[in-house]
């Protein structure tokens, strides 16, 4: 067993409170994210608050799924699926209102002293039903 799955618990329970409070505590103050989909490169903390309230104040029952997780403890690379159902369109996604959406992808994540440092997200549409 890796360092990462240590992890694993922590990243699913945070992400799925759907809590932004509690998913900020996560990360560094000085953290930077990197969201390719939604456009978001090198973004501050302040920003990933903003991309966090957006995602579920958009999508009704955003669920992450695991699928694969490995790294040491400086580095997690967190492969997963975000289910959701989309409350308003997305014409840049491809996406309807009402369509049931999975994005896949893989997020790499650099700790530092138990924080997220780093984000850099590669997800992409795999089904929109």
């Not at 360092?3 to 900020?24: C, K, P, R």
């Not at 990197?34 to 501050?44: K, P, S, W, Y």
Request: charged letters at 25%.
């Amino acid at each position: 067993m890796t360092a990462a799955h240590g992890v694993i618990a922590i990243l699913e329970s945070t992400f799925n409170s759907l809590d932004v409070d509690n998913i900020l505590a996560l990360y560094a103050d000085d953290a930077k994210l990197t969201a390719h989909l939604f456009g978001l490169g090198n973004v501050d903390k302040m920003h990933i608050r903003a991309f966090y309230a957006d995602l579920f104040a958009s999508n009704d029952g955003v669920e992450f799924v695991t699928r694969c997780i490995s790294g040491t403890p400086d580095l997690v690379v967190w492969e997963c699926d975000v289910r959701c159902r989309a409350r308003r369109e997305s014409a840049a996604l491809g996406i309807a209102r009402g369509e049931a959406v999975v994005l896949r992808g893989v997020s790499l994540l650099s700790w530092r002293e138990g924080l997220i440092a780093e984000q850099k997200d590669y997800f992409h549409v795999v089904r929109a039903s």
